[in-house]
């Protein structure tokens, strides 16, 4: 159980949207004592004043840690009133998107404990990753602790540098929209071919989970199962060809879309 883990088991959430409850979610199921959370939103959902947690109520004075899950853009104004828990012992975890640890120690506190985390959408229904990255006020035990609440809405990965987190929101930040576009468009060719708009969706659908499923396997190597599945002469092959031209297929055309997102990324963490 996660509040084993804690040195004082308490818990601000701070901002319960859609990424703050799905951090909820799931700490509530991995046994997180109810009691020992705290939300601080204006606009809790039924759910979450369902759920048993204290709902904007007064703050514990010695949480272990804070949660910081709401929109880049408000940090600047909700972040300060927190200010008083800076420079201490609690350790603040930011899945605000642009937002660098630099910027957070401005408001907190040059010795606060920050860890700065890039979750992804599908952390909704418990298969998110999330790259992270602390500074060297975060001990070793709080970070083994911190995974352990990240771990809860999916897989968690280390960073070398915060240089590294543009790079992830254009990879795994944005990529489930390239995912989903992707989808439409394989639906969309489909239908092109002569299917039906319901069926063509939900062969693509299935497709993607499918091999999404197959390559999520740890031992398993995406080239390996292209290859295994392209039949020479066959049909595969016949679309693979128009999709790994190297000069207008999709692996530069990724290339591209993932730069760009990095770079957009890049502009709106140096504001």
């Known amino acids: 159980m996660i509040q084993e883990n804690f040195e004082s088991g308490k818990l601000i959430l701070l901002g319960c949207g859609k990424m703050g409850s799905a951090m909820l979610k799931g700490w509530l199921a991995k046994g997180v004592n109810p009691k020992n959370i705290w939300v601080d939103d204006p606009y809790p959902s039924a759910w979450v004043m369902g759920t048993g947690v204290n709902v904007n109520e007064e703050l514990p004075s010695n949480p272990a840690f804070i949660c910081i899950a709401i929109k ?61 990255i602390a500074n060297n006020n975060v001990s070793k035990n709080a970070i083994e602790h911190a995974e352990k609440l990240l771990s809860a809405i999916g897989e968690v990965v280390s960073l070398n540098s915060e240089g590294q987190m543009d790079a992830v929101t254009g990879l795994s930040g944005s990529g489930p929209a390239y995912v989903f576009y992707l989808i439409d468009a ?86």
């Not at 420079?87 to 700065?116: D, M």
């Not at 992804?120 to 418990?126: D, K």
């Not at 319901?198 to 190597?221: C, F, N």
């Open 72 to 132: 880049p853009q408000m940090i600047s104004q909700i972040v300060p009133k927190f200010s008083n828990y800076g420079n201490g012992q609690c350790v603040f975890i930011s899945i605000a998107a642009g937002v660098k640890i630099s910027s957070f120690q401005a408001i907190l506190g040059p010795k606060t404990p920050i860890i700065r985390a890039m979750p992804n959408t599908p952390a909704e229904i418990g298969f998110g990753i999330t790259a992270k």
């Open 186 to 271: 394989l639906a969309a060719a489909g239908h092109m071919q002569g299917l039906e708009k319901e069926l063509a969706m939900k062969l693509a659908k299935m497709t993607v989970l499918g091999g999404a499923k197959l390559a999520a396997d740890p031992s398993a190597v995406p080239e390996v199962l292209r290859v295994n599945v392209t039949s020479p002469n066959g049909t595969t092959e016949a679309g693979l060809k128009i999709l790994m031209n190297s000069e207008n297929g999709l692996g530069p055309l990724i290339e591209k879309t993932v730069a760009a997102a990095t770079a957009r990324s890049e502009e709106l963490a140096n504001g």
